[in-house]
């Protein structure tokens, strides 16, 4: 009895850190998954919307500030354009960054068009169960052509890179532990050629 107790101990603490340390990937298939099939509401569980909202405005304003003050002569210039886009940026990610939204980016590795934000838009109003997500068919070979990687990047975080093969743009989905085994999608960084 006492042997059999020696053993099935470390067995078990063996298996629940493999279950532990394999989690994220195990959601990062489900995720694939539900994407593949275009299932807004499966990929909805995860994602934390308004952590991506937040993640994604900060980082578009960033860019909006960096791009201004390189452009603009004067103060006021600089002020009306950072305030102006500021309102911009917090508008489109409202509207882009839902279900199908990130579907769209996820599957395209860009920001949807003002079409298929549209698009999306009324076919939430219509809130249909199995809603299918609006796509264009721009970059329809863009999987072929793109490399991915995934590592964690501390204990609770875990990051899925996403680059074009030729051009090394892409985007990184950062994902962060919720609980023991759960994952969501909190942010994205996109990488852009300077």
């Given at each position: 009895m006492k042997k059999a107790i020696i053993l099935i101990v470390p067995i078990t603490i063996l298996l629940l850190g493999a279950w532990l340390f394999a989690s994220p990937y195990i959601t990062l298939k489900r995720f694939g998954s539900a994407l593949e099939r275009g299932d807004a509401n499966e990929l909805s569980k995860y994602v934390d919307y308004q952590a991506l909202r937040e993640d994604l405005k900060k980082d578009l304003k960033a860019l909006l500030a960096k791009e201004v003050a390189k452009e603009a002569d004067t103060e006021e210039v600089v002020f009306f354009a950072l305030a102006l886009g500021s309102l911009l940026i917090d508008l489109f990610v409202e509207m882009a960054v839902s279900q199908e939204g990130l579907a769209y980016i996820m599957e395209k590795g860009r920001m949807p068009t003002e079409e298929v934000v549209m698009q999306n838009l009324e076919a939430k109003e219509e809130k249909s169960k199995g809603?299918?997500?609006?796509?264009?068919?721009?970059?329809?070979?863009?999987?072929?052509?793109?490399?991915?990687?995934?590592?964690?990047?501390?204990?609770?975080?875990f990051v899925y890179q996403i680059r074009d093969k030729s051009s090394k743009e892409g985007i990184d989905l950062i994902f962060e532990r919720r609980g023991l085994t759960d994952w969501k999608l909190v942010g994205m960084d996109f990488h852009f050629k300077e």
């Open positions: 809603m299918k997500i609006a796509t264009d068919n721009t970059n329809a070979d863009t999987k072929e052509e793109l490399e991915t990687s995934a590592s964690y990047k501390g204990i609770n975080t």
